[in-house]
């Protein structure tokens, strides 16, 4: 029996499905931190985002610097915070770390999509007397928002993969479901485990895709991809 029919009887065990350790448990744990990180981030970047492109000031450093944050791997800002006081903090690490990798592509699409706003509109929206607040509300995020879920999809699919780190700091999640394979020297459930994120990754994918579709054509736009 090769590995993939090997994780298939796997994930076709219904023993494996329920209880503290089934996979609808870590499921929902998966969503629940990935949900969570993704909200934080968007807290975190949306505003610096939207302020920086409404202003047309600061937004390409506060970029760059975000983006310089990509090229250092997750999996060791994590070890690096269990190493400090927040590392008492249960799943704060875990937490910490992904919000610090989801930040860069919200960051970078709002702000990018603040800044290919037509400028003819909103020189328009001016002198209608608009104020600056009325501006951005009315006008500007409205014409940015296609760019702006591409980050957040961006965003909340990179989430769903990499929060499997989780279980390295002895958190919840799938990532548990592979930990464990790798413990019990069993290869079908690793790539049981893998799989399990790769679909959930796919549907979350989906599922923007979707509400893109079935939005208003002003949140759909033509740069969505």
Same mark, same amino acid.
């Given at each position: ?21 089934? +996979?609808?448990?870590? %499921?929902?744990?998966?969503?629940? %931190?990935?949900?969570?990180?993704? %909200? ?20 390409a450093l506060a970029v760059n610097i975000s983006n310089i944050g990509r090229a250092v791997p997750t999996f060791a800002v994590l070890v ?9 903090? *249960? ?9 610090? /990798?989801?930040? @860069? @592509? ?25 104020? *600056? ?20 999809? +961006?965003?909340?699919?990179?989430? =769903?993969?990499?929060?499997? +780190? ?8 799938? *990532? ?5 394979? /790798? ?11 893998? =799989? ?8 979350v994918e989906g599922l923007f895709e979707l509400a893109q579709r079935i939005a208003p054509d002003r949140a ?6």
């Open positions: 029996m090769n590995t993939l029919s090997e994780a298939w009887t796997w994930l076709t065990t219904s023993a494996h499905w329920y209880g503290e350790d089934g +996979i609808w448990t870590r %499921l929902a744990q998966h969503l629940v %931190l990935t949900v969570v990180c993704l %909200l934080i981030s968007c807290l975190v970047a949306l505003p610096i985002a939207l302020v920086l492109g409404h202003l047309g000031k600061g937004g690096l915070l269990l190493l400090t006081p927040i590392g008492r903090f *249960g799943e704060g690490p875990t937490v910490v770390a992904l919000v610090l /990798f989801a930040v @860069p @592509p919200l960051l970078t699409n709002a702000y990018v999509g603040m800044r290919e706003v037509d400028q003819d509109v909103v020189r328009a929206a001016r002198g209608m007397g608009m104020t *600056g607040r009325q501006m951005l509300f009315q006008v500007e995020v409205p014409l940015a928002l296609p760019l702006i879920m591409t980050g957040v999809r +961006i965003a909340a699919v990179q989430l =769903v993969a990499t929060a499997t +780190i989780a279980a390295l700091a002895g958190g919840g999640g799938l *990532g548990r479901i592979i930990t464990a394979g /790798f413990n019990l020297a069993s290869t079908a459930q690793v790539v049981a485990g893998a =799989v399990l994120v790769a679909v959930f990754a796919l549907l759909r736009g033509g740069n969505t991809g």
